[in-house]
């Protein structure tokens, strides 16, 4: 059961437009919500986060963006750069089970 | 301050033999999670360690065990390995509840192939 879901395996953004990266989940339990970037051979690295309580966090040129309704997050990247070519993953958390939960990731190119 | 630590890089087994892998947290950091990662399943958890104690599991097989230590160090071992166990396996720390209080901070993983 994937409690955490991106449907789009990959993709493919020119340099300086906007990438978005798209992250459902199931469980309305879910507090706390986080984004991760994967470059090969290395271990995740925390991006950004949002709390349910809130509908919006930026952080420079990453915002998230949370639809508690739709049980929907999205991860907007303005404006892209050939060094975000990473894989991203979602991740959601219950405060009740401490359980981070990840996503399949979407593996993100940003061409020049 | 040195970041997580996870030896050996790469394994080879075979099947049926155990592994045993070992992971260095950040310093100060007392809480060890785990998690595998396979191509399309993303990172899976397998489970996580707060001052020597599991405080949560995944829905992996018993063949799948960890522990801590008193200096938060932790190892993961699989019995009876299967070649379904060859993934990336990932120890990740933080400095209290994992994702909640703190973000976790990853190693670069054990490439473990079984064949």
């Known amino acids: 059961d994937q409690q955490v879901k991106q449907n789009s395996p990959s993709l493919s953004v020119q340099e300086g437009r906007i990438s978005i990266l798209n992250c459902d989940y199931t469980?309305?339990?879910?507090?706390?919500f986080l984004w991760y970037k994967k470059y090969p051979a290395e271990g995740p690295t925390f991006l950004i986060s949002?709390?349910?309580?809130?509908d919006k966090n930026e952080d420079g040129r990453f915002t998230v963006f949370l639809n508690k309704s739709a049980k929907h997050l999205s991860l907007h990247i303005v404006p892209s750069q050939p060094g975000d070519s990473a894989v991203y993953f979602c991740a959601a958390v219950s405060y009740n089970t401490d359980k981070l939960i990840f996503g399949t990731g979407t593996r993100l190119q940003v061409f020049p | 301050k040195a970041g997580v630590t996870q030896t050996p890089r790469y394994l080879i087994k075979t099947r049926g033999q155990q592994v045993t892998l070992s992971c260095s947290p950040i310093?100060?950091?007392?809480?060890v999670s785990w998690y595998q990662q396979t191509p399309g399943q993303g990172l899976q958890f397998l489970f996580e360690y707060f001052s020597e104690t599991q405080r949560n599991k995944g829905n992996f097989p018993g063949r799948f065990s960890g522990r801590q230590f008193s200096n938060s160090r932790s190892e993961m071992n699989v019995s009876t390995l299967e070649l379904g166990d060859s993934a990336l396996y990932l120890c990740?720390?933080?400095?209290?509840?994992?994702?909640?209080?703190?973000?976790?901070?990853f190693g670069n993983g054990t490439r473990l192939t079984v064949t």
């Open positions: 990740a720390s933080s400095l209290a509840r994992a994702g909640v209080d703190s973000p976790l901070h």
């Open positions: 469980n309305s339990m879910f507090d706390y």
């Open positions: 310093s100060g950091h007392r809480s």
């Open positions: 949002i709390s349910s309580i809130k």
